[in-house]
Structure formats: C-alpha cells, structure tokens
C-alpha cells in the first residue's frame, strides 16, 4: 500500500497478557517512530528506528515496553504484562530521513492500534 | 526539555469563515521545527503546515497560514474559509532540528458548522 499500515485497527487484552502491534512502513522509509496517545492527550514519543537499529529508546515507559525492527522494514511494539494504564492508541510514523541526518522530511502516520486492557 | 502548550481545547467556526488556533512552546533551542498535524476520527495524524524556526516568512498552504512569533514563542494557526471537512482534532508540534521526537501539544478539537 501507499501508506503506513498498522495491525491490529484495535486490541482487545485481560490484564497481564502479552500484545504485539505490527506497523508496516512506507517501503523505503528508514526511520520509524512509535507514538503513544492515551485519551484526549497527544501523542508521546516512544522510540525511533533508524534502519534496523533503535536510535533513541528514551521514551519507552518501562521495560515490558519493546520494539523490534530486525530487517530495517517491519517494526513490532511489544508490551509485556498489560496494565490498564497501557490503555491507549498506539501511532506508527516513517520517513525517509537519512541515517545521520537533521530532520527534513515529514513524518507519515499510520492509523494507529487502539489497545484496551481489561 | 521541550513543552507545546495549546490552551484552547475546543472551537468552533461557521463555513466559510476564519478561525485561528493558538500554540505556545518553551524551549531553549535555537534551530527547531514547529508543524501543525491534524487528526480526523480516522486517527491518522495529517501534516497540515510545517515552519522552519531559522525562516522568518510565515509557511503558507493554500487555505492554511501561520503567525510565527520567535521572540514569543508562539506559532499559531489561521484557517481561512473553513470547510466542513476541516473538523478535527489539530495538533502543534515541535522538534529539534537534529532531534529524532515530535512533541505534541494537548490538541485543540475543532467543529466547523454548516
């Protein structure tokens, strides 16, 4: 497709269990961001890929927060031990930014995972 | 540390008329990006206007235009003859110029009635 597609569209989890969000950037972006956007709020950096490499993990909550890039394409956000205040919708962004490069180009969101933990 | 602050939670405006949403930020950078997203029910977050904080000419986008205030620190965002297709939720954002993160404001929820 075009754009940045996100799988699941929405989630639904009990308490505890393990989630894992799929996000399939735009083919040839090398950067991929995740957001994370709880209720009424805007979105929150959490980690930004540059190729296959995590170049910024800073803003991961915890450690049951973590993503995965492992052919510089596809990225998976995976939460360990859900939590109610995991609750959220979870953004995908990519761009063709280069590696080593000051921003300048814009990022490309995806739809985004609703996660619900009950 | 970055902060976008929007203090506006809500507007409204009648179609075809102009409406302009107000953002604030505090930073101690001084070459950096601010954008303006917009986010329909979809929940895709649209690019709407980027400013490049070293330019002092306001970005312009056909219907969309900003007030970049440096000195301020306030970037604020004027639609002009709103559509009803512009009802949305509108973000402010900021990033350094060598910075990896987006930092949103708390969004603006705007209603363009017929």
């Known amino acids: 497709g075009a754009g940045v597609s996100q799988t699941p569209s929405n989630k639904v989890t009990e308490k505890g269990k393990y989630v894992e969000l799929r996000c399939d950037p735009i083919?040839?972006?090398?950067?991929l961001y995740w957001y994370r956007q709880s209720l009424g709020q805007g979105p929150e950096f959490l980690i930004y890929f540059q190729g296959t490499g995590a170049a910024d993990d800073s803003g991961l909550p915890n450690d049951r927060f973590f993503a995965v890039r492992p052919e510089g394409s596809v990225s998976t956000l995976k939460i360990q031990r859900t939590e109610r205040g995991d609750s959220a919708v979870y953004l995908c962004?990519?761009?063709?930014?280069?590696?080593?490069?000051?921003?300048?180009?814009?990022?490309?969101f995806g739809n985004g995972t609703r996660l619900t933990v009950t | 540390a970055q902060t976008v602050t929007q203090s506006q939670p809500e507007m409204s405006v009648q179609e075809a008329e102009t409406v302009t949403l107000s953002c604030t930020y505090d930073t101690s950078e001084n070459n950096y990006y601010l954008f303006w997203y917009k986010q329909p029910p979809s929940r895709q977050m649209i690019l709407v206007i980027r400013q490049e904080a070293y330019k002092q000419q306001n970005a312009t986008e056909n219907r969309f235009s900003v007030n970049f205030q440096k000195a301020a620190k306030s970037f604020s965002l004027k639609i002009s003859d709103s559509q009803l297709g512009d009802t949305a939720m509108y973000f402010c954002?900021?990033?350094?110029?060598?910075?990896?993160?987006?930092?949103f404001g708390e969004g603006t929820q705007l209603t363009v009635n017929p």
């Open positions: 962004a990519s761009s063709s930014r280069p590696r080593g490069s000051s921003y300048n180009s814009p990022l490309h």
């Open positions: 083919s040839g972006h090398t950067a």
């Open positions: 954002a900021f990033m350094t110029a060598s910075g990896s993160r987006l930092t």
